[in-house]
């Protein structure tokens, strides 16, 4: 895709989801980290350009937070359509959530250490992308944890366990499924990206 397309239907969800929401106070706490998202995107897109494949990742995760501030996680129509097809016990639209969380940063950590050349190693460059991606579900969760508290009731729709006691451990094991799975999936595919990136950046600078 495109990076006009990818902004216009980024513009176009957002405005979406901004319409009636199930409430506004979930709505900002779902939406603000595509929010710091793009603005960051935006920001660095000179300095830092990111691959194509990873300006559509990180689309989609965010049309994947927007559609869960819209309707609330436990309450999106394609969790109950998958609760009924697959005959599940809840609404899981969250673990896409969770499973994005994981797999996305993964690609988005990839780039970063490649490109700033972290480290050289595949193997500890595939083991710090994991523990990334797990730090920052685990920092999630507490952000959960602490406004569910600091509001009680207002934040249960942001929690959203849905009387599930294992809620956190199955969302953070989601995402480091995910983790597992993205170097892997994608990991030759962005590696031509990259080099593609960087073959630019050298014929951008030459004289």
Known sequence: MTNRL????????FVWSLIHPH???????????AIIGIVLVIAVRKSFPLTPLLLTLLTFHAIILMVGG?????????????????????????RIGHFAQGFVPAIVAREILIRRNVVRTRGWRYFII???????????ELLEWRV???????????????GDVWDTQEDMATAL??????????????????ARLAAGSVSRESP
Not at 23 to 33: A, G, H, K, N, S
Not at 130 to 140: K, P, Q, R, T
């Open 70 to 94: 819209h309707y609330t996680y436990a309450e999106v129509p394609l969790g109950f359509w998958m609760r009924d097809a697959f005959h599940l016990g809840r609404n899981d639209y969250d």
């Open 130 to 140: 994991v523990a990334i991606c797990l730090a920052i579900s685990a920092a999630y």
């Open 6 to 13: 990818l902004i216009t239907l980024f513009i176009a969800v």
């Open 23 to 33: 409430d506004y106070f979930t709505w900002i706490l779902e939406v603000f980290p």
């Open 148 to 162: 569910s508290v600091a509001t009680g009731s207002s934040g249960d729709a942001f929690l959203g366990t849905q």
């Open 177 to 194: 499924i995910a983790a597992l799975m993205a170097p892997l999936l994608m990991g030759r595919f962005h590696d031509r990206q990259l």
